[in-house]
């Protein structure tokens, strides 16, 4: 078989060479076993929770420092590839920038040293399918998922001239650069929507024109149960799938379902039940023009308006703010209880526009904003497609 991609640079026609990752890096060492500190201003520790999901590149928002006596065995150097070794991020890989200053890795990263290849060309193939097929494979040959060093060593690299690897690197890095930019407007929108419904609440309850209000006055409970026999999708709101139509389609299924309760467009919907990862406190509102339909872990509440149910929807949309709002209704609760009754989820008040019009010119802002931010999200979507295409078309 001629081992060539499908998509290549004109001027290149030699044959790529297939060989094992450990015949072209050195090391395949473990991390250091040390628990984190506080950053201590020079040293930082990457473990694989800082290793950012989306784009494999280190999460800085948390820095730590590594704990105990501190060997430059463990620091991460240019051209290393760390690998997750162990867990459900079993595959995720991560390559060391200068711009992400000292780093020491921990022990359940192992580190590759890529030396006479390009090292971005060979990270880039730790991110197609084919790779993942085989980390799939691999990991699931012991009860626990995991890879260790020697199996690491062995997955198939395919390489090629220097010349071919620097061009297939500056192009995709470029790709990542777009994809990392368009992350940070998407950041810089959302917290300007923070910022302005901060700013307006502070100025309104100076000014007067905010005061507290009875959620009850805003909100009531949806009594809406599903029918037996009707078809409709039943969503989960943990992770915000009830804000997103295009999620319709993957229903997480329940063979009885007349005990669920019904959303509908606008509705505000939140978790007041422990649900996995998300204990309590996710709020959302519900974009999608269809009814579905979720468990009773969800309390479902319908805004007296649409301009208050957008204004409700940004007032809870950061976790930080719905804990600091329903952490006193869990406290009212009995030792180690906390499900949050729906009775209880409106017993509180929280400041609101009180004239119309304000409430109306708040919400046309942030409703504006926020389709900005959908606009861009579509874009992001965009190149990351295209990411996805090179990748599989520009490597065996």
């Not at 950053?39 to 105990?68: F, L, M, W």
Request: aromatic share 12%; with cysteine.
């Amino acid at each position: 078989m001629w081992l060539v991609p499908a998509l290549r640079f004109p001027g290149f026609t030699d044959e790529w060479k297939k060989c094992k990752f450990g015949d072209i890096a050195t090391g395949f060492d473990y991390g250091m076993n040390a628990a984190a500190k506080p950053y201590d201003g020079q040293n930082k520790y990457i473990r694989i929770t800082d290793i950012d999901e989306a784009s494999s590149t280190y999460n800085n928002e948390d820095v730590v420092s590594p704990d105990g006596t501190l060997s430059e065995n463990y620091v991460v150097n240019e051209r290393d590839i760390l690998l997750a070794r162990t867990g459900a991020s079993t595959g995720k890989s991560y390559l060391y920038r200068k711009s992400d200053g000292k780093l020491y890795y921990a022990g359940f990263l192992i580190r590759a040293n890529v030396a006479e290849h390009n090292p971005y060309f060979v990270f880039s193939q730790l991110h197609t399918h084919r790779y993942w097929r085989w980390v799939s494979i691999m990991s699931a040959r012991s009860g626990q998922p995991g890879i260790n060093s020697q199996e690491y060593a062995s997955f198939p690299i395919f390489t090629t001239t220097l010349i071919e690897e620097n061009k297939i690197s500056t192009l995709l890095s470029l790709i990542d650069e777009r994809i990392a930019t368009q992350n940070k407007i998407i950041e810089k929108y959302e917290s300007l929507i923070q910022a302005i419904i901060y700013k307006a609440k502070i100025d309104g309850i100076s000014k007067g024109t905010w005061r507290r209000i009875d959620l009850c006055k805003v909100l009531q409970e949806r009594n809406e149960k599903n029918v037996n026999g009707r078809t409709i999708c039943s969503v989960s709101v943990s992770q915000g799938v009830v804000n997103q139509i295009e999620y319709l389609g993957r229903s997480f299924a329940a063979k009885q379902t007349s005990h669920y309760n019904v959303v509908k467009y606008g509705d505000i919907v939140y978790t007041k039940s422990p649900t996995g990862d998300f204990p309590y406190g996710i709020i959302k509102r519900s974009n999608i023009r269809d009814d579905v339909a979720v468990s009773p872990l969800y309390g479902v509440y319908i805004p007296v308006n649409d301009s208050i149910g957008v204004i409700l929807h940004f007032y809870f949309m950061r976790p930080s703010n719905a804990f600091n709002y329903l952490h006193p209704l869990i406290q009212k609760g009995a030792k180690n209880t906390i499900n949050i009754t729906n009775g209880r989820f409106l017993e509180n008040s929280i400041p609101l526009p009180i004239s119309e019009n304000d409430t109306n010119t708040i919400a046309g802002t942030l409703k504006s904003i926020q389709e900005k931010i959908e606009i861009e999200k579509s874009l992001l979507q965009s190149y990351t497609k295209e990411k996805e295409y090179l990748l599989r078309q520009m490597f065996i």
